[in-house]
């Protein structure tokens, strides 16, 4: 059984800073791509930035020069630097992870966090 766990959501005023982690746990053999996502209700979950095992990244347009995602590989885990946060950030944000265990792969998906960004 792998577990991610997320950490680091919160309310922030428009224009803050917050940086969002994900740690994956269990029985894990290596991680292929990490990610991050968020929803507001009533609408799809949507990609906000990947980033591949050799550390390619890519971004939702909205997100471009102002979120960064990063991983630690010997950690497990995975960050997303939101910076110049807006209103419309707001949003539960999950992490995905792309794990393989004892050579099959699952996706995995963490309980989610929330970021509130007010005017």
């Known amino acids: 059984q792998v577990q991610l766990v997320e950490s680091g959501g919160g309310f922030v005023q428009s224009g803050g800073s917050l940086r969002l982690s994900c740690t994956a746990s269990g029985r894990i053999s290596s991680i292929n791509d990490m990610a991050w996502y968020c929803q507001v209700p009533g609408k799809q979950r949507e990609l906000v930035a990947i980033i591949t095992s050799d550390g390619s990244t890519n971004y939702a347009d909205s997100v471009k020069g102002r979120f960064s995602i990063s991983r630690d590989n010997a950690k497990n885990t995975v960050y997303l630097q939101m910076n110049s946060l807006k209103p419309e950030d707001t949003a539960v944000y999950y992490c995905?992870?792309?794990?393989?265990?004892?050579?099959?792969?699952?996706?995995?998906w963490g309980q989610g966090t929330q970021v509130t960004v007010s005017t």
């Open positions: 995905k992870a792309i794990v393989n265990v004892m050579g099959r792969t699952y996706q995995y």
